[in-house]
């Protein structure tokens, strides 16, 4: 009997779905008997009949819905029978009805829709999909989280906010996908939309980040400069009573890398000493991050010791590290060390990459070695690789600074004849080397040599604009203000240091005592440094251990800033203040916001004039402004000090800079033994040529000039010819200066020695 019913449901399923093949009509007319007799299983298997069209299977379930209440099983066959068609348009009727039905589909079948519908765009039925979860109330958790995760991977950040705010309720401290947003917005640098999610999950009752979580946040934070934040959760990972989070590597990691950012080296390396001993046992990243860190600021000593430490504990440096400290060497002229280094990377196997052969073709070039670095270039382009369009725009560079234009324009052609992107960096050196050289009519050469894209025509379309803004500037009533008004005078640089800045220093001043210090800490020193700033209030310093650049390439955003440093460049390179002065004026009242190349670059002009209210006046604004000093500044406030006759300042002011997490290049070496030197403060300029070696920076041709002069001129001739014979026992090669310091060095040895003959003869006459 049974039989006999199975054959007759598989005869009945073929009559319908011979009917449905055949039937052209909108609506399926079929027996009532039929109906009647319709059973789950039988409709279940029309449904999912591989061989009958989506639209035929719509027709069929909405008939069947006429007569029967459709089970949950019968909408997510059609719901998938439908979307795996491509027929979107009649899936939001289906969802409706089934609200109307109050059927509530199973979490899988949920699931494989909201994918279908995601991977195919379909983002309104994936809102309509969640009405009707939300309807029906049911439990959203699984469908959040997938929700969430399928839209970060189709890099739909919007909508993944969108659902993040819709279905906020759901969320609890299980879920998976807060932490894979977080991680998306602080990837895309979407700061206010990270703060805004962080505040939300930080206000619902009951949720609490896992370690992941936290870890997630402090990197973020840590990446934006918000020290005091990341301090914060790690304090509250390492006093969390329940024992559900606690810090752990990563943890550690990006607490190191957000003091890395600020310049607190010293205190990372602190921390990197006591983890060595401790559980949690520095990994890769820990070391690269810190010798990329040391390299940066100058501390080739230190970036030497964590690389050794690195390689005695089986840790294998690969192309990023020696990348950093090649760059790292050669920025502290120490040239030799560069390419012994090199060579080390070579015989150990790591393979170089593009970015090695441009750190090593720039240092070289920036190390007095041209002839070295086009040798280099050329056999790179000869044998094909290696080369890209970076290593073309340093080449071409270094031909704008030498005067080589029509050199540095046929290798923009070869250039783009290769395939290579002519960059803005490219673009405005050229620009700038035209105007340089007084070469107005070369800007249609320079259209001609780059053919492909826009750019070119961008930048020149805005040189008309700005040189039109220039002769006829917005019209304004005159009120003979100055563009920077003075609050104080240059000598006030101490209070512009600690006024804004006294809870910056973590470390300043006495030593203070904090109850429940755990014993058992992987780092003490972090524990100190994060007990010290909940108590202190600690704000971001306004150093930046990265210096300012004139370009910053951030696309659109970007742009005019990029072209008014360009501008800014071409006007005082040619002594043009008060032209530089007006384009500055005219696109900040325009709302171009200046960056630090820019406040830098006007308050160079204005120390070298020795207008130094002015420059007073510019640091000032920078203060009020947010906008982060870095190296270039502190050596245009060294030089200002140092021409104002104020050297006590000057180390006052290089003290407090070291305090804060600052440090010094070579140019701040040299400025400061120049200022030290001038002011007869000869000791002080010897312990300072000390600690420069020491630190791991060679002096150049410029250290060496400054120091034969300031000792000729204190009378200290014998100390003179020291630095003299130390600079031709280094290998640096003198200059025109150095000429010059050497014919006054002469003068004053034959002045001593006739004055020592004088002396001489005075004793022998008899009378």
């Not at 073929?14 to 055949?22: E, R």
């Not at 002065?581 to 709302?591: Q, T």
């Not at 033994?673 to 600690?691: D, H, M, S, T, Y």
């Not at 204190?714 to 031709?728: E, I, N, T």
């Amino acid at each position: 009997m049974r039989q006999w019913k199975q054959l007759g449901e598989v005869l009945v399923a073929a009559s319908i779905t011979n009917t449905l093949s055949h039937s052209h009509s909108a609506t399926l007319n079929l027996p009532r008997a039929v109906a009647l007799g319709l059973t789950q299983p039988l409709v279940l298997r029309i449904l999912s009949n591989q061989s009958i069209h989506p639209s035929q299977k719509l027709r069929f379930f909405e008939w069947t819905r006429s007569h029967h209440n459709p089970s949950p099983a019968a909408y997510s066959l059609v719901l998938r029978s439908l979307s795996g068609g491509g027929f979107f348009s009649d899936i939001p009727s289906v969802l409706h009805s089934m609200t109307q039905d109050g059927v509530v589909l199973d979490p899988h079948s949920l699931n494989l829709l909201l994918h279908s519908f995601i991977l195919s765009s379909n983002f309104s039925l994936a809102f309509q999909l969640l009405d009707y979860v939300q309807h029906l109330h049911l439990d959203a958790t699984t469908i959040y989280n997938t929700l969430i995760a399928a839209l970060l991977t189709k890099h739909q950040l919007s909508f993944a906010l969108s659902i993040f705010f819709k279905l906020l309720d759901a969320v609890d401290s299980k879920s998976i996908a807060c932490n894979q947003l977080l991680v998306s917005l602080r990837k895309a640098d979407m700061r206010v939309e990270f703060k805004q999610v962080f505040t939300k999950l930080r206000e619902k009752k009951g949720f609490s980040f896992d370690s992941s979580g936290y870890n997630v946040c402090i990197h973020a934070f840590g990446c934006w400069g918000d020290l005091a934040t990341c301090f914060a959760l790690f304090k509250e990972m390492k006093d969390d009573g329940k024992g559900l989070v606690a810090p752990d590597l990563c943890t550690y990691n990006s607490l190191i890398t957000a003091l890395c950012r600020l310049g607190k080296v010293d205190d990372a390396l602190v921390v990197w000493e006591e983890l060595n001993g401790s559980a949690h046992q520095p990994d890769r990243f820990t070391y690269t991050n810190l010798i990329h860190a040391c390299c940066r600021t100058f501390r080739m000593g230190d970036a030497t010791r964590v690389f050794n430490h690195m390689q005695s504990h089986g840790f294998r440096p690969d192309t990023l590290v020696y990348n950093s400290l090649l760059d790292g060497h050669f920025k502290a002229t120490k040239v030799v060390e560069a390419c012994q280094l090199f060579e080390k990377m070579v015989q150990e196997g790591v393979r170089p990459s593009c970015w090695t052969y441009n750190i090593l073709i720039h240092g070289l070039l920036r190390n007095g070695r041209a002839e070295a670095a086009y040798t280099m270039f050329c056999d790179l382009k000869k044998k094909g690789q290696f080369v890209d369009g970076i290593t073309y725009s340093i080449v071409v560079l270094q031909l704008c600074k030498e005067g080589q234009l029509e050199e540095a324009l046929q290798l923009v052609e070869e250039m783009e004849s290769r395939g290579f992107t002519v960059d803005l960096v490219t673009i405005t050196s050229l620009l700038i080397s035209i105007h340089r050289h007084g070469r107005w009519d070369w800007t249609d050469r320079l259209m001609k040599h780059i053919r492909e894209g826009n750019l070119v025509l961008s930048v020149l379309k805005w040189k008309t604009g700005m040189e039109a803004s220039m002769k006829n500037p917005p019209g304004k009533k005159k009120d003979y203000s100055p563009m920077f008004p003075s609050r104080g005078d240059f000598s006030d640089i101490m209070s512009f240091m600690t006024g804004a800045q006294d809870t910056t220093n973590i470390n300043d001043g006495e030593e203070t005592s904090f109850d429940g210090i755990d014993e058992w800490s992987s780092s003490p020193h972090m524990d100190k440094l994060a007990n010290q700033m909940c108590s202190t209030g600690y704000s971001s310093q306004l150093f930046a251990p990265s210096r300012g650049q004139r370009v910053q390439e951030k696309g659109p955003d970007s742009f005019d800033v990029d072209m008014v440093n360009t501008f800014l460049s071409i006007f005082l390179a040619k002594g043009k203040l008060s032209l530089a002065c007006k384009l500055f004026e005219i696109f900040s009242d325009a709302g171009v916001s200046p960056v630090s190349y820019s406040y830098n670059s006007i308050m160079s002009s204005f120390v070298k004039k020795g207008y130094f209210t002015e420059a007073w006046a510019v640091l000032a604004e920078m203060g009020e402004k947010f906008c982060p000093t870095d190296i270039a500044t502190y050596n245009m406030i060294l030089q200002g000090l140092g021409k104002m006759g104020r050297a006590d300042l000057a180390s006052a002011v290089l003290d407090r800079l070291l305090k804060q997490g600052g440090y010094l290049d070579i140019v701040m070496y040299n400025t400061l033994i120049n200022a030290l030197g001038k002011a007869g403060r000869i000791n002080e300029v010897n312990k300072l040529f000390e600690q420069m070696r020491s630190s791991g920076i060679n002096p150049d041709v410029v250290t060496y000039n400054t120091l034969i002069e300031v000792h000729s001129k204190a009378g200290l001739l014998k100390d003179a010819y020291k630095f003299l014979k130390m600079m031709l026992d280094a290998g640096c090669t003198p200059n025109h200066v150095t000429d010059t310091t050497l014919d006054y060095l002469g003068r004053e040895i034959d002045k001593l020695r006739f004055q020592r003959a004088t002396i001489l003869s005075e004793k022998d006459d008899p009378s």
